[in-house]
């Protein structure tokens, strides 16, 4: 089979898939295509060919538009550009559009489960906020000390910051400083409109002009690069960030206290500014109305929050079992429990615990609890967790997923445990992204 790479054919989009794409084939072939809508034709760019089944590709040049297309609000993630707005081309209408396909596609093939998706927007005082909603960034310092975003499936930094998703003001000279070479931005901006900014040191095996990785000082790739051949040497960083993203890195706080607060149902929080909130600065309190509703707990019934954070969920269904229940939120960061056990002092009938929700669950007496959360990180709860979950066997779950892949295998395993999805809400969490947030209501 022939290398694509470099190629440029010219194709009519279909449907999308997940990860922000088109699907369109070629000659047998299917290429998924970024940068263009269903329907239109395109002369598409193949950025990487692994030689399987399917490359990856970019739409470069549109020939025949759709009608949901406008002129794109993100001018860093164009062709050749970053991952961060891969939709802001689209209406916002069409975008949630193209989330709810990916959504009813997913929990069809991967749960069986035939279901019509309407993504909604997250309300902002009645209104949608298309641009200023992230509350938090994660930005890149390359190796002149620019602060930035790594370029799609790569390594290399773009300090092109004008990217629409950050609330208003929180890029603001961030482009004017030099920061140190290979460390890592943490950029927040907390319930009270306070910036805090902190840098993450560079990791341990950071080396600047490093082969492998032009962020770190290596030329380009010659022809074009954005074009992968094999493509091991992405492979390679990207498995490197992903690593060193999870290891623990010194950090300095450059503006700010460090120390966001958020407010969600009038309760405040304080937390490290590093530390996990949802991104929209509206989801927190969209969520957990919902969690809310659903749960219904009653008074003097015992709940669960599982991958519990600050305990945001925890406090809503506290409020619901009162005095005389009982809540266990269970969280794997130390910092997280020791926030969140602090802004819920006055419920003392919440206990929330630093453990891995694995291990917390199969030590746990076979009891049921009346309603469980769950609010997984991005590859879902899996088949241990929601096994040993439904011999618990407790009445209602509220399951959260913010990739629709492993949402719907998580679905799918509820399933098949004897659960029924009886209610499904879908939020357009992140505005202009392919990305989009899902919650399930299942009762046995
Ligand atoms: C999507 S966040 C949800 C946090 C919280 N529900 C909120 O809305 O603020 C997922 C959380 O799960 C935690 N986590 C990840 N893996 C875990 C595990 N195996 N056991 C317990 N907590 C975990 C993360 O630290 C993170 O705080």
């Known amino acids: 089979m022939s290398d694509w790479s470099g190629e440029v054919f010219e194709v009519r989009l279909g449907t999308p898939g997940h990860g922000g794409f088109c699907v369109a084939r070629h000659e047998g072939r299917v290429l998924f295509v970024r940068h263009g809508l269903p329907g239109e034709l395109v002369r598409a760019l193949v950025t990487e060919d692994r030689g399987g089944s399917f490359c990856r590709a970019e739409a470069i040049e549109i020939l025949e538009a759709s009608s949901d297309r406008v002129d794109a609000i993100c001018p860093v993630s164009g062709p050749g550009g970053a991952g961060c707005c891969d939709f802001s081309f689209a209406t916002p209408e069409a975008q949630r559009g193209l989330k709810a396909a990916v959504v009813a596609e997913q929990l069809r093939r991967l749960a069986g489960w035939e279901k019509d998706i309407v993504v909604e927007p997250i309300p902002v005082d009645g209104a949608e906020a298309t641009r200023g909603w992230r509350s938090r960034m994660r930005l890149a310092v390359d190796a002149d000390g620019r602060a930035g975003v790594h370029r799609y499936r790569g390594s290399e930094v773009i300090t092109d910051l004008r990217c629409p998703q950050p609330m208003t003001g929180a890029m603001a000279g961030i482009a004017d400083r030099k920061w140190t070479p290979g460390a890592d931005l943490v950029v927040a901006v907390d319930g009270e409109g ?251």
């Open 194 to 444: 306070q910036r805090h900014i902190v840098e993450l040191a560079p990791p341990a095996e950071y080396a600047p002009g490093r082969r492998g990785d032009r962020a770190h000082g290596r030329r380009g790739r010659g022809r074009d690069d954005r074009v992968a051949r094999g493509g091991a040497g992405d492979r390679r960083s990207a498995v490197a960030r992903r690593s060193a993203a999870s290891a623990v890195r010194a950090e300095t706080v450059v503006e700010g206290s460090g120390r966001a607060v958020q407010y969600v149902e009038g309760r405040r929080w304080e937390l490290a500014a590093t530390g996990f909130w949802q991104p929209h600065y509206a989801a927190a309190q969209a969520y957990s109305d919902v969690v809310a509703e659903w749960a219904y707990a009653a008074p003097g019934s015992s709940a669960w929050d599982l991958y519990s954070g600050v305990g945001v969920f925890a406090a809503r269904v506290a409020e619901q079992v009162g005095p005389t229940g009982s809540v266990h939120g269970v969280e794997s960061a130390r910092s997280a429990v020791a926030d969140g056990a602090e802004a819920l002092r006055d419920l003392p009938w919440i206990e929330l615990r630093a453990e891995r929700v694995e291990r917390w669950i199969a030590e746990q007496p076979y009891i049921a609890p009346e309603v469980v959360v769950l609010d997984p990180p991005r590859a879902g709860a899996g088949k241990e967790v929601i096994a040993a979950l439904a011999e618990h066997a407790p009445r209602r779950i509220v399951h959260i997923g913010c990739d629709p892949a492993s949402f719907a295998r998580d679905i799918n395993l509820y399933r098949a445990a004897g659960y029924m999805p009886t209610e499904l809400r879908a939020f357009d969490a992140f505005p202009g992204t392919h990305h989009v947030e899902c919650l399930a209501l299942l009762e046995l």
